[in-house]
Nanobody, 123 residues
Framework: QVQLVESGGGLVQAGGSLRLSCAASGSRFSINAMGWYRQAPGKQRESVAGIASGGTSTYANSVKGRFTISRDNAKNTVYLQMNSLKPEDTAVYYC?????????????????WGQGTQVTVSS
């Protein structure tokens, strides 16, 4: 059983930055794809960004050029640097693990979820 612990959420003004972290523990095997989904009030959970152990990454169109995902494989930790934040980025951000980056974005294929961390961007 893999446990995912997120940190780094908070309240920021539009145009500001936040950095999310997610540390994974309990896995007997190396974790392939890690990353982030988010869910705004009244909306479906959507993928934000994912990264494979080799460094290949994928982003939602809405965050390209503003968000950067990275990971430290030795620490089983993934990071999301969020710049130029907009009010529409307000959501609960969930860390997630997939067996493969190829399935990133398909919620039914998420193996593990974190508990979520709130990001609020004020206008």
């Amino acid at each position: 059983q893999v446990q995912l612990v997120e940190s780094g959420g908070g309240l920021v003004q539009a145009g500001g930055s936040l950095r999310l972290s997610c540390a994974a523990s309990g896995s007997r095997f190396s974790i392939n794809a890690m990353g982030w989904y988010r869910q705004a009030p009244g909306k479906q959970r959507e993928s934000v960004a994912g990264i494979a152990s080799g460094g290949t990454s994928t982003y939602a169109n809405s965050v390209k050029g503003r968000f950067t995902i990275s990971r430290d494989n030795a620490k089983n930790t993934v990071y999301l640097q969020m710049n130029s934040l907009k009010p529409e980025d307000t959501a609960v951000y969930y860390c997630a693990v997939h067996k493969s980056l190829l399935t990133w974005g398909t919620r039914s294929l998420v193996d593990y979820w974190g508990q979520g961390t709130q990001v609020t961007v004020s206008s």
